[in-house]
């Protein structure tokens, strides 16, 4: 770095001496060369190099140095200005040929700050497309700015602001500059009186320790009554689906044909059988049974809950019979009209069901006609997009062709460049080498300079370290012994002694424990309120729910008897106009398959069209099973 940094100091030198109103450029190059000859060779081309290029492009260079100062230089000297040029010149026109590394040598050689701030100020994307792009192209062609000098700053751009970034860092980093030495101050012993010998205290008790309780049986293992929920509902739920198997067979036969239907049946029953088939029959070993009166367990919350819910039923009751003894009307006439309209509604659904299932075969129907014809147009559009692929395909191969001429042609270019770069790179690299080698040695020299300083360094702290340990083996007095029993005598209000205060201190305790076993009483007294009044609600709750279940039963009853009884067939308009089209539709595809002048359509094959029912049934099937599931949970819940 001190290399550069003398380089760069020649140049700012000679830039300094020149004065563009008498001075020619030329004759001030054979003048700076001349006074330039003791150096080696290597700096003098460097310098000279340098100096020739800042004051060929020296109206560029003055373009971007005027505008920092005016933007971002304010703070900085005047006399740093040609310091700001040589960069400048540097990061323009040398920087390829440098290459990076050098070129952060040389950055860090000089001011960090002043650096920093220039470089932040000359890579700013935005000036460079905007103000710095018009101000050169008044002076050079536009082109000729972009391709040689903007395009190369923009690519640099990445590892430029990452130099920026180690910069910041190491300016954060750096030490404050070392301060005069102070006056040591001489430390002085303190007059400290003798402290008292400590009296020994009196041990505390050991505590005794409460034996824990027992860990209870049903920590590992269930209880009883959660097996006999659990045996319960499988029963039921294997009843229900007995059940439900029971319906479905019957709701299938009547509704599939004999003619076709009577294997659909079968399989239907079958598959249905299997999946509905309970798995506790798998288990031979099992019985099942039916418990009665299973005790079910509920927490706080839960019982007051339902309590509250019973408590605000039965007074929701009781003002219902307050207002009938009043004289208000019953909803006997509202029920009975909800039920019709219920029956109605429930109609108008299984009408709309049958509207879709034959509005699906006449759609089935219309679309085996419609087949045929999108078979004839897709065999011309088939053909015609033959034609055209043939066409594409003629087309890409003397596309093809081409592209591999101009390739060819190409690669003999690229391969005579190729032979002209690597001469080049040699010379380079030659270059480069001499550079590098003088690099280390120098690096070397400073290696070597700042090892003594550290061996300088360690030597003062050892000889720091061994006096304070000197210091620290110095005997030091022993602190005065306390008498506990004493007061010490500040004259504050309440002054006491340490055996005092702590005899106080057992008193409180007691009083606490004192406290603290009175409200633990209160505590239990109440909890046994509170659990006789839970119980006393739990009989209620149970009370409840048996009149409750029973009132289910008898809706469940009725709700059967009425899904019982069979329908009449269904009567409507739009039922009938589907049946009448669907009918008037076979017969004209009777008749087409008959005349014979068009190709008939290839007929389904059978094993879809089962495959098609069989899932539609499977649907209904589901949908039936759905309904009951819901119809079970109301009745449960209720």
């Known amino acids: 770095m001190a290399y550069y940094g003398k380089c760069i100091e020649t140049v700012i030198e000679q830039l300094n001496k020149f004065k563009p109103e008498k001075d020619i450029p030329e004759q001030f190059l054979e003048a700076a060369s001349t006074s330039l000859q003791t150096l080696s060779p290597q700096k003098q081309a460097f310098i000279l190099e340098v100096l020739s290029g800042c004051l060929e492009y020296r109206k560029l260079l003055a373009v971007v140095v005027d505008a920092f100062y005016v933007r971002a230089g304010w703070l900085c000297r005047r006399a740093d200005y040609n310091l700001f040029e040589v960069i400048c010149y540097l990061a323009t026109f040398q920087l390829d040929e440098l290459g990076f590394q050098l070129f952060s040598d040389i950055i860090r050689s000089q001011p960090l700050d002043k650096m920093c701030k220039f470089l932040g100020f000359l890579f700013n994307p935005l000036s460079l497309c905007s103000w710095i792009k018009d101000e050169w192209s008044l002076i050079y062609e536009t082109a000729h700015v972009s391709e040689n000098w903007i395009d190369p700053l923009m690519r640099w751009q990445p590892e430029v602001q990452e130099l920026i970034k180690q910069l910041e860092k190491v300016m954060t980093n750096q030490s404050p500059l070392p301060k005069t030495k102070a006056k040591v101050t001489e430390p002085k012993e303190f007059n400290l009186t003798v402290p008292r010998p400590r009296a020994i205290p009196v ?25 006999q929920l659990e045996m319960t509902r499988r029963y039921n739920r294997w009843k229900a689906e007995e059940l439900l198997l029971k319906v479905n067979i019957e709701e299938m036969r009547c509704a599939v044909p004999r003619s076709r239907g009577t294997t659909l049946v079968q399989g239907s029953e079958k598959k249905l059988q299997l999946r509905f088939m309970p798995r506790i029959l798998k288990t031979p070993k099992l019985t099942f049974y039916k418990p009665n009166n299973v005790p079910v367990k509920l927490n706080t919350a839960a019982i007051l809950r339902e309590g509250s819910l019973y408590q605000r039923q039965v007074e929701k009751e009781l003002q219902r019979v307050d ?9 006997s006439e509202f029920l009975e009209w909800q039920k019709k309209m219920q029956a109605k509604d429930q109609e108008e659904a299984l009408a709309a069901g049958e509207c879709r299932r034959l509005q699906g075969k006449l759609s089935r129907e219309e679309a085996i006609l419609a087949r045929q014809l999108l078979r004839q147009g897709n065999k011309q559009k088939a053909d015609q997009k033959k034609e055209e692929t043939a066409e594409l ?37 030659k270059g480069r080498r001499q550079i590098v080698q003088e690099v280390i040695e120098e690096s070397r020299e400073l290696l070597q300079r700042t090892a003594e300083a550290a061996k300088e360094e360690q030597k003062r702290r050892c000889e720091l370290i061994a006096q304070h340990r000197a210091l620290e083996t110095q005997p030091m007095r022993k602190g005065k012994l306390v008498d506990l029993t004493q007061i010490p005598g500040y004259g504050l209000e309440g002054e006491m002694s340490v055996v005092e205060l702590r005899e106080r201190l057992a008193l409180l305790k007691e009083t606490q424990q004192h406290k603290e076993e009175e409200k633990r009483d209160q505590i239990i007294q109440a909890k046994r309120a509170r659990s006789q009044g839970l119980q006393n609600m739990v009989e209620q709750i149970s009370l409840c729910r048996a009149a409750m279940g029973r009132s289910a039963a008898l809706r469940w009853e ?12 269904s009567q409507d308009h739009r039922v009938l106009e589907l049946r009448r089209r669907i009918e008037e539709s076979a017969a004209e595809r009777r008749k087409q398959a008959a005349s014979g002048p068009i190709s008939a359509p290839r007929a389904p094959r059978p094993k879809p069209r089962a495959q098609l029912e069989s899932r539609h049934w499977v649907e209904l099937q589901q949908s039936r099973e759905r309904r009951l599931r819901a119809l079970q949970r109301s009745c449960v819940d209720a």
């Open 558 to 569: 009725q709700k059967k008897a009425q899904s019982a009884a069979p329908g009449p067939p």
């Open 323 to 331: 207002k009938l003894v009043d004289g208000a009307g019953d909803f």
């Open 203 to 227: 041990p505390e008790p050991v505590p005794v320790m409460t034996k824990p309780k027992p860990i209870p049986r049903s920590t590992y293992h269930p209880p009883k009554e959660q097996e």
């Open 393 to 429: 395909m003629q087309q890409c191969a003397e596309r093809r062709l081409q592209e591999e001429r101009s390739m060819k042609e190409l690669v003999e270019q690229v391969i005579e460049v190729q032979k002209n770069v690597k001469v080049a790179q040699m010379k380079l690299l």
